[in-house]
């Protein structure tokens, strides 16, 4: 192969598993600037743990690169594909914006299921309405998704009457019901007591071992060094350090991750 025809080729090869690209993304919210120019790349199956002080940018960076925020600036792109954004960095086209949040899914802090519908009826929700599968066939996948995460006999229950673990593992199943490329998970288990912490965890584990790509804010280091095969921390806006997770956790080189890692410790 002629050199130039090889270097092609290794170039479609890179943007074929690149998964999802931000580059110099900023976030301001009237006159407080939450994210000051951020980029980062993760590739299909990378498992991506963002990490940082309260404050520091993490869940909006997350919540821009599906959209939940509106960037003020920069450059989206998810699985070779550029969202379109005009010069105020709203979405040039809305369309778009459903279709690639059917390609990543979020899982949030506060579960976000809908309290008036069962199990079931939450993860059938969007592939049935948005995605238009056939009901039978979103309904087998349900029940295979929740016994996947240790929920088979809860198929009829409401979010209200489970415990804060058995709603986030159900919310993860809603997630995986839509075959994301990528998913983005905002603090999966801030919000739940600490006996409940490790039920999710082992699920998200699970599911990084199956090659998932997956962009992680989380504030459980030990699972980080874990699981994640790139480790970024965040602060006031910026990434002040990055890199695999035995460099980030054992040779932090910045003084404020020194700091940072010594008061969650």
């Given at each position: 192969m002629h050199p130039s025809a090889a270097a092609t080729s290794a170039a479609t090869e890179d943007a074929r598993e690149e998964a999802i690209r931000v580059t110099d993304l900023h976030k301001s919210f009237g006159s407080v600037e939450v994210l000051k120019g951020v980029s980062l790349t993760a590739n299909k199956g990378d498992v991506v743990a963002i990490i940082g002080g309260s404050g520091s940018g993490k869940s909006?960076?997350?919540?821009?690169?599906?959209?939940?925020?509106?960037?003020?600036?920069?450059?989206?792109?998810?699985?070779?594909?550029?969202?379109?954004?005009?010069?105020?960095?709203?979405?040039?086209?809305?369309?778009?914006?459903?279709?690639?949040?059917?390609?990543?899914?979020?899982?949030?802090?506060?579960?976000?299921?809908?309290?008036?519908?069962?199990?079931?009826?939450?993860?059938?929700?969007?592939?049935?309405?948005?995605?238009?599968?056939?009901?039978?066939?979103?309904?087998?996948r349900a029940r295979e998704l929740l016994a996947r995460v240790g929920m088979a006999e809860k198929e009829d229950a409401f979010p209200a009457f489970l415990s804060g673990g058995q709603q986030q593992r159900a919310a993860i199943a809603r997630a995986l019901a839509v075959d994301p490329s990528a998913m983005l998970f905002d603090e999966p288990t801030s919000a739940l007591d600490p006996e409940l912490v490790g039920e999710v965890l082992t699920v998200i584990r699970d599911l990084a071992a199956e090659g998932r790509t997956m962009l992680l804010v989380t504030h459980e280091m030990k699972f980080a060094r874990e699981v994640a095969n790139h480790v970024v921390y965040l602060f006031k806006g910026r990434i002040e350090e990055q890199g695999p997770p035995a460099e980030v956790f054992e040779n932090p080189k910045s003084e404020r991750l020194k700091q940072f890692l010594s008061s969650v410790s």
């Open positions: 909006t960076m997350l919540r821009c690169i599906n959209f939940l925020e509106t960037p003020s600036s920069g450059q989206i792109v998810i699985g070779g594909e550029e969202i379109a954004m005009r010069a105020d960095g709203t979405a040039a086209n809305r369309r778009q914006i459903e279709r690639i949040r059917t390609r990543l899914a979020m899982v949030f802090q506060q579960f976000n299921l809908w309290t008036h519908r069962t199990l079931l009826e939450n993860i059938i929700e969007v592939p049935v309405h948005v995605l238009k599968t056939p009901r039978a066939e979103a309904v087998t």
